[in-house]
């Protein structure tokens, strides 16, 4: 914890930022959640000098918010990963990332969606040929399941909201939110075609920030036949640095499709999809291209 003024003592805004207010602390932090894990890797994406890394790894370490792991007694290495603490930066992060995005990067309206071109969507396609972390998220039907199948491919959608009729209610002005209509007629595309994707040796996977139950009731109303995941954590949305907006008082990951390898490389992305039901075309279509 950095040095606090007498008036900040009881300031939670002002004991978090003195433990988290410098610029290479929340980017270190940025980087381990997106599983980089070891010293020089970290110095060399952050392109920061190691005497500074050095610091900030000892500063984050003693705050509670990194934990060292031992790989190599001798000479002794260690990586740093997020402790529950740290783990608790998520959403701060995310909410930095909506905040530039939609008032330092864009119009300062609210999307779900993005154009073509634009800074969000270079990227999110720059995430080709980087490999999704092995993470556990909540199955809509119960238990968790890794967000990469144990197949030749997995499709990857992620969707901003889906509900049952009679059940949860979606956000007040949903329709209104440029790009979140449309998620329950692209799960239902992706059941119709299941067969399709099976073929081709490839699982798919929805998955969506909101909670398992409400995910479980639209999965049901929906006949969904493949796993539908919830990252309420935003673990996966943070790792790979999704685009996410906010509505009715949740992050929600931005419409867009992942196609992965069995060795959990990225091997095609689709941002924007402007069609919900079309996507389900293009996702076959970059699964035969290989």
């Known amino acids: 914890m950095r040095h606090l003024r007498p008036a900040d003592a009881d300031c939670a805004i002002a004991q978090a930022l003195g433990v988290v207010g410098d610029w290479w602390a929340l980017l270190v932090v940025r980087d381990v959640a997106g599983g ?6 970290l110095q060399a994406e952050l392109s920061v000098s190691r005497k500074v890394l050095a610091e900030r790894l000892r500063l984050l370490v003693a705050d509670g918010v990194l934990e060292k792991r031992p790989y190599r007694a001798h000479p002794p290495r260690f990586e740093y990963h997020l402790t529950e603490a740290g783990r608790g930066l998520l959403p701060v992060l995310v909410a930095l990332q909506n905040w530039g995005t939609r008032y330092l990067l864009g119009s300062g309206g609210q999307s779900a969606t993005a154009e073509p071109g634009s800074a969000e969507a270079r990227r999110v396609h720059a995430l080709a040929g980087a490999r999704i972390p092995r993470l556990r998220l909540d199955r809509a039907d119960g238990g968790t399941a890794d967000p990469v199948a144990d197949a030749d491919w997995t499709v990857l959608y992620c969707f901003p ?5 009679g059940t949860f209610s979606y956000p007040p002005d949903w329709n209104a939110i440029p790009g979140a209509r449309g998620c329950t007629l692209e799960s239902c595309t992706y059941r119709d075609r299941l067969a399709d994707f099976t073929a081709r040796g490839a699982a798919v996977y929805g998955v969506s920030t909101q909670r398992p139950d ?5 999965a049901g109303h929906a006949r969904i036949g493949f796993p539908l995941l919830s990252d309420t954590g935003l673990t996966l949305a943070m790792s790979l640095r999704l685009p996410t907006f906010r509505a009715g008082g949740t992050d929600r990951l931005k419409r867009l499709t992942l196609v992965a390898g069995r060795d959990r490389a990225i091997r095609g992305v689709l941002y924007p999809v402007a069609d919900p039901a079309g996507s389900v075309d293009d996702a076959l279509a970059l699964i035969e291209a290989g």
């Open 214 to 218: 409400e995910l479980s009731a639209f």
């Open 36 to 41: 980089i894990h070891r010293f020089d890797e």
């Open 161 to 165: 909201g889906a509900y049952a009729p």
